[in-house]
Structures are given as C-alpha cells and as structure tokens.
C-alpha cells in the first residue's frame, strides 16, 4: 500500500502514475486527492487527517466573547500552508466586506510553507 498528499492538480506526470500503480491500494489525505488519484488507479483510500474531538477539545470559555454589536469588531483566524488550492485569496476578499460592518476586525493570518 502507498501513501500519496497531492497539493496541486499538475502533480500527475507519467513516471507517477506508473508508481502509483504498482501498489495494489494507495491511502491518500483529502477528497482533493482521492480524486486526482482515482483517474490513474482503481483502489484509492480517503483517510482524513485530523483531530478526534471525543480525545481532545478546547476548554468552556472562561469568559464571554465579545459584543459585536458593540463596535468591538470580530477576530477572524485563517491558517494553513500558502497555496492556491487552500484558498486564502477568498479569506482576503471576505474580510474585506467583513470590514465594511465591522471596520475594528482583525484578520489573523498563519500561512506558510515549509
């Protein structure tokens, strides 16, 4: 069995696609990927990466958020590798409306590559 994480649609070259074939199944990390496998081989397997919540989760909030409504605007907290896939250019342009209601939002960007 072999393990692929495809990040771009142009990842599919022959000499991959012979590889791929020969593991009789191949585990791959996102529906993104299972797609693009699937058109070279028959036995793709989707495992979604993660956290299971039932083991780990965020504490109860020790206080309460904040009154939007109150002027003090929203904090909106985006992360993940830079790519165009992962679509950060929509978080820009909706927080650029966002800050047309609430002009005091802050974007928290945590982008990057290795």
Aim: glycine letters at 10%.
């Amino acid at each position: 069995v072999g393990a692929v994480f495809v990040e771009s649609p142009h990842w599919m070259r022959p000499h991959r696609a012979d590889r791929a074939r020969r593991y009789s199944g191949v585990v791959v990390g996102s529906e993104f990927a299972g797609r693009e496998l699937s058109r070279v081989h028959p036995a793709v397997h989707v495992i979604l990466q993660g956290v299971d919540t039932a083991l780990f989760s965020p504490p109860p909030l020790a206080f309460a958020p904040p009154n939007v409504g109150d002027g003090a605007g929203l904090r909106v907290c985006s992360g993940g590798k830079l790519e165009w896939r992962k679509g950060q250019d929509l978080v820009v342009a909706a927080f650029q409306k966002l800050l047309q209601t609430h002009p005091r939002s802050q974007l928290v960007a945590a982008w990057q590559n290795p």
